[in-house]
């Protein structure tokens, strides 16, 4: 019986470091999501409240205000505005405390985040085939490409939840919250690699070269690869493959705050 008691605790070690390992990560992420919302509200708000759609023209976007083009102007604004409400309510949604006490508003936050969600993707799209986007000739294929794993994975969640497989939705939802923080994600990675190598393959008059290409694809790829690995260990009885998994999981959680600490230095407080 000793043998197996002390089996059972060498066992459980894994598992709770896998566990720290997650929730670091999410604290750190859920911060530096909330200070980049901040900084779109503070930043891109009073341009629209202060002098409508034409005064995006002075916000400094790609491709901001074009005159004449209505549809474009608004899926610009609608893509700016759309952003503070996903960005800012995904954690909200992953966070089990708040999930179990206020199931209702759970709900109504679920139902709005995946519809804005696929909203601002059919935005996206629209936008970037109709007047680019700087980074190249693949970029406009890997922006396409998460706007459409952002529409499948809600779509997949949307219906594992109304089977009632709650298991299997808080997965999806988490699948769909990594992919809908890829514009998030590509800020902090561009940033990260900048403080950690001072921007190698990156041409900063042109905005292309080969990590610029690789981060386009590289914003959803790596958060969904370290989520699938969690996934993995969280199911696995190897402690070895935990313990592993944990590590991983702890690093991404250092490279996501420094990232986010080199994006909040470096990109948004200079500009407010």
Do not use: C
Not at 6 to 15: A, I, V
Not at 91 to 115: A, D, E, K, V
Not at 187 to 197: A, N
Request: avoid cysteine.
């Amino acid at each position: 019986m000793s043998s197996a008691n002390g089996q059972k605790s060498s066992r459980s070690l894994p598992d709770r470091l896998l566990n720290l390992s997650g929730l670091s990560w999410f604290l750190v992420a859920a911060l530096g999501q909330w200070i980049f919302v901040y900084y779109v509200a503070a930043f891109y708000l009073p341009f629209l409240t202060g002098g409508g759609l034409a005064s995006l023209d002075q916000a400094d976007l790609p491709d901001g205000f074009i005159a004449g083009d209505m549809l474009h102007n608004i899926a610009l604004a609608a893509h700016v505005l759309i952003a503070i409400v996903i960005i800012g309510g995904g954690p909200l949604q992953l966070i089990p405390q708040i999930r179990n006490s206020f199931p209702r508003f759970h709900r109504i936050l679920g139902r709005t985040y995946m519809i804005t969600a696929v909203l601002t993707s059919l935005a996206g799209l629209y936008m970037v085939w109709t007047h680019g986007v700087p980074g190249g000739p693949l970029a406009p294929f890997a922006i396409s490409l998460d706007a459409v794993l952002i529409i499948l994975f809600a779509a997949i969640a949307v219906r594992h939840a109304m089977r009632r497989q709650i298991d299997r939705h808080r997965r999806w939802a988490m699948r769909l919250f990594m992919v809908v923080s890829a514009v998030w994600f590509f800020r902090i990675g561009m940033m990260f690699w900048f403080m950690t190598t001072g921007g190698i393959g990156i041409n900063t008059e042109t905005f292309t070269g080969p990590f610029i290409t690789f981060l386009y694809f590289g914003q959803m790829v790596v958060p969904l690869l370290f989520l699938e690995v969690y996934f993995r260990a969280q199911d696995s009885d190897s402690m070895i493959g935990k313990l592993i998994a944990a590590v991983l999981v702890f690093a991404a959680t250092g490279a996501t705050a420094l990232g986010s600490f080199a994006a909040t230095m470096g990109m948004w407080l200079p500009r407010l």
